[in-house]
């Protein structure tokens, strides 16, 4: 009895292992024969490790074959979208390429749309220093700083003056909006914040300008090419008219004679200084006094003579540099060529023969 029962538990075991083996192969043909029937598609993936912000060529890309997956629609089987795009984040080696792994335009990220020779400098306006919010991504704008005056007691270390620190910045961004057509405001801002794409050599100039003065942005012309050199405004030239003369009424000189004889000793100085080279030239042991009606007289007012910037003139001709023209002026010094920048508001080192540059003298 006990044999037919071991004979019956054999044969058992030795039945089912062949139909679980008659099943296998059942189920790896069905499984063979639905590949066969799926579609196959060439999709891109990364041919080598591709750090975060990186341009995308041609060789980091390579394309493999898989089975098309309906509800997979995120792979990319079109080299142009991929090449010449930037990666948002480190692709690595085999991995599928993926539009949202790709900044599809360079301005979606400011630092890759900044030229090389330029830094991003914010600045915070308001609707007055801020022409009224008009201002849009990719205009122009000059900045203008104003600075008041500094005296020490009754001495004038510096008057008031306003001058452009900056020409022809493009504004990249207003707020965090990068593009041109931005959403309307739900309210009027109070305040707003400006990006310009300034100039390596003017960076220092506008952060010290932001620091210790007031800031202005006057928007340019789409069409306007036209730049200036100024050395700046102080308050007695606004008393001067087109025709050169003190812009000072008759009734008024009468009511405040000692007021007005000190501006018009100033302004005075003024036309001569402008006519010369455009800088204030007040001697530092000059005075002028005032006196009040009852003869009583007040404590001498002088100015510091502020010191001026003179320069030499370069004419560019065929072969020149900043930086020859830097060794030419500066006794072989080739890393002086950003004064000669700074002085023409240069926006980078490129220059065209017939250029007049301005040679700060040292």
Not at 174 to 198: C, G, H, M
Not at 207 to 223: F, H
Not at 273 to 288: D, F, G, L
């Amino acid at each position: 009895m006990k044999n037919i029962t071991k004979k019956l538990f054999v044969y058992s075991l030795i039945l089912a292992i062949i139909a679980a083996g008659m099943l296998y192969f059942y189920l790896k043909s069905v499984e063979q024969g639905s590949s066969r029937d799926a579609e196959k598609i060439k999709i891109l993936v990364a041919a080598k490790d591709i750090p975060a912000r990186t341009k995308i060529s041609k060789d980091m890309i390579k394309e493999i074959e898989i089975t098309k997956d309906d509800e997979d629609v995120s792979f990319i089987q079109k080299s142009e979208e991929v090449v010449d795009k930037y990666s948002k984040e480190a692709i690595y080696k085999d991995e599928r390429f993926n539009p949202n792994m790709l900044l599809m335009e360079i301005k979606e990220e400011l630092s890759l749309s900044l030229g090389s020779g330029f830094r991003a400098i914010t600045i915070m306006v308001n609707l007055e220093s801020g022409v009224a919010d008009l201002i849009k991504p990719s205009d122009f704008v000059d900045v203008i700083v104003y600075l008041p005056e500094i005296k020490d007691s009754q001495q004038l270390i510096r008057p008031d003056i306003a001058k452009v620190v900056l020409e022809k910045a493009e504004v990249v961004a207003v707020d965090q909006n990068l593009y041109r057509e931005s959403p309307e405001r739900k309210e009027e801002p109070k305040a707003f914040y400006i990006t310009l794409a300034v100039p390596v050599g003017e960076v220092e100039k506008v952060v010290l300008a932001q620091n210790i003065g007031t800031l202005k942005l006057a928007l340019r012309p789409v069409e306007g090419k036209g730049e200036y050199d100024s050395e700046g405004i102080i308050w007695p030239e606004l008393l001067i008219d087109s025709k050169k003369q003190p812009a000072v009424p008759q009734e008024d000189k009468a009511q405040n004679a000692d007021s007005y004889k000190l501006a018009e000793e100033l302004v005075k100085r003024t036309q001569v200084a402008i006519e010369e080279n455009n800088s204030i030239k007040v001697e530092p042991s000059e005075t002028v006094k005032t006196t009040e009606p009852t003869k009583t007289t007040e404590p001498q007012v002088t100015t510091q003579k502020p010191q001026s910037q003179t320069y030499k003139y370069h004419t560019v001709v065929k072969g020149d540099t900043l930086m020859s023209i830097a060794r030419k002026y500066y006794n072989n010094d080739a890393s002086k060529y950003k004064l000669i920048m700074s002085a023409n508001n240069l926006p980078d080192t490129n220059i065209k023969i017939g250029m007049k540059l301005k040679i700060p003298v040292q």
